[in-house]
Nanobody, 120 residues
Framework: QVQLVESGGGLVQAGGSLTLSCAAS????????ADWYRQVPGKQRELVAR???????DYADSVKGRFTISRDNAKNTMYLQMNNLRPEDTAVYYC??????????????WGQGTQVTVSS
C-alpha cells in the first residue's frame, strides 16, 4: 500500500529552524510534482511550496527566502527546510505528491500531517 509518511514537526522558538520530511512508502515507480501545504484551524489549507519532477521550486510569498523545498528521488522523499520561523508559521503541515504507480497510473497522495508550533 502506498503512503506518504511525514516526520520532523515540533515546537521551536521564533527564529529557529525545522526540517520536515515526507517519504513515500510502498513500491512505486517514482514521484512527479510534490507540494507542502499548511493549515490552521478555521482556515483553508494554504500552499507553501511546490517542487516539480525536474526540481524547479516555487514558494508562497510568505515563506520566500526562509523555506526551501527539496527532493531525493533515490529515496522517494521530499523535504521542507524552514528557517527563521515565525509564530505565524504555526500550523499543521501536509505533504502532497503525484505518485507514479506500478500500473503506470498517477495518483495524488497526502501525508498524515505534522504539527509545527513556533513560540514567540
Amino acid at each position: 500500500q502506498v503512503q506518504l509518511v511525514e516526520s520532523g514537526g515540533g515546537l521551536v522558538q521564533a527564529g529557529g529552524s525545522l526540517t520536515l520530511s515526507c517519504a513515500a512508502s510502498g513500491i512505486i515507480l517514482g514521484i512527479n510534482a510534490a507540494d507542502w501545504y499548511r493549515q490552521v484551524p478555521g482556515k483553508q489549507r494554504e500552499l507553501v511550496a511546490r517542487i516539480s519532477s525536474g526540481g524547479t521550486a516555487d514558494y508562497a510569498d510568505s515563506v520566500k527566502g526562509r523555506f526551501t523545498i527539496s527532493r531525493d528521488n533515490a529515496k522517494n522523499t521530499m523535504y521542507l527546510q524552514m528557517n527563521n520561523l515565525r509564530p505565524e508559521d504555526t500550523a499543521v503541515y501536509y505533504c502532497n505528491a503525484i505518485i507514479r504507480l506500478l500500473n503506470l497510473r498517477q495518483s495524488s497522495y497526502w501525508g498524515q500531517g505534522t504539527q509545527v508550533t513556533v513560540s514567540s
